[in-house]
């Protein structure tokens, strides 16, 4: 039963929205947001009877109040699925939908699943990062990491340290160019049709969120030079070239092809490999570089096997960084985050990775040509985290980064 396929079918996400008072989930729960998810992507996929899931994996960095009680079970419950239908919870920080996904994908690829769920969700107006937390004084007592690696802006500016050719001018100029592209992604509408829309509340009345909340599309050079960076006197991360602070959730239905074959399924994506690696938490940024080292190594590949990346825009630099490792131009290669990121989108923690999975997923459709993409993101306390997948719309020829197609892949 072991090493079966694992298709990724379908990935929906909420619009994210601004964490705070004044953002637009403010009066909404978080598991409402989960449960809207979940239920947008049934109601795209009505062909599959809701007993036959086997499991539902909502991951969340901080499960307390309404983003606690084993969420995968209790929004599974809320959405509508039967009682037969078991659920849990994860957390591996910021990786914890990617996280759900891999471990869903498992137990498919090793024959205890056919039908999973797997998903995210943070809402950081409600549960901000840490709230709550009691960090072990060892950890900064016998100098296991320094003070700064529980702070992810302080990890940020050690990026900027340990790279001098990474200054603050590149990682605005890649800011700007996330939210220029993200923009250009929702003018071609290529965003919009995996937005599940969210009834919310405010002080004006009932609305509708259709859209993400932090788009800043007038982002210029002349703006981001004057912010503040808030991690550091002098320092080189700010507001403008980080995420923000995001509500938002996402979901994701992943198969066997047995399962896909049964109930007519059209896969999107086909998990090739994933891997997990950790490094100094100082310099949490660099996760998915041995991460990416890792999974291309038991893929047998190497980066010029990969024709689209859906990278984490935690931080600029820390995108940068990969970048640079990889030589991979970061001016404006169109195989990087081509719908923009996280700084332009926002980043809701737990959610993130299943956004970057249905970004690619939608790239593939658009790109015959590649055969290979990834889905990369750092982790707080030093991790990083990668899933490769195969394009099942691959037309046979080659991509063009780089000259790529010359090892016969």
Known sequence: MANREVLFIDGVRTPFGRAGEKGMYWKT?????????????????????????????????????????????????????????????????????MTAVTTMGSGIGFGAYDLTIAGGVEHMGRHPLGIGADPN?????EQLVSGDALNMGKTAERLHDRFPQLTRERSDRYAMRSQQKAAAAYDKGQLQ??????????????????????LRPETNMETLSTLKTPFRPHGRVTAGNASGLNDGATAAILASSDAA????????????????????????????????????ARAGMTIDDI?????????????????????????????????????????????????????????????PEVRFGLTAMCVGLGQGGTVIWENPNWNGKSHARRGIGKKGR
């Not at 049709?193 to 932090?214: F, H, K, N, Q, Y």
């Open 29 to 97: 729960r978080a598991d409402d947001l989960a449960v809207k998810a979940i239920k947008g992507l049934l109601d795209r996929n009505p062909q599959i009877p809701h007993d036959r899931y086997d499991d539902v994996a909502i991951a969340a960095t901080t499960q307390q109040g309404d983003q606690g009680l084993t969420l995968g079970r209790s929004t599974a419950i809320l959405a509508g699925l039967p009682n037969t239908v078991p659920g849990l919870a994860i957390d591996r920080m910021c990786a914890g939908a």
């Open 137 to 141: 004084p060892r950890f900064v007592a």
């Open 193 to 214: 049709p995996d937005l599940v829309p969210v009834a919310i509340e405010s002080e004006a009345g009932w609305g509708l969120a259709t859209r993400d909340e932090t």
């Open 261 to 296: 074959k049964e109930f007519g399924l059209t896969p999107k994506m086909r998990m090739v490999t994933f891997a997990f690696a950790g490094v100094q938490p100082e310099v949490m940024g660099l996760g998915p570089v041995p991460s990416t080292e890792k999974a291309l």
């Open 307 to 367: 024709g689209l990346f859906e990278l984490n825009e935690a931080f600029a630099v820390q995108v940068l960084s990969f970048l640079d490792h990889y030589g991979i131009d970061d001016d404006d290669d169109p195989s990087v985050n081509p719908y923009g990121g996280a700084i332009a989108i926002g980043h809701p923690l737990a959610s993130s990775g299943v956004r970057l999975m249905t970004q690619l997923a939608k790239q593939f459709e658009e790109h």
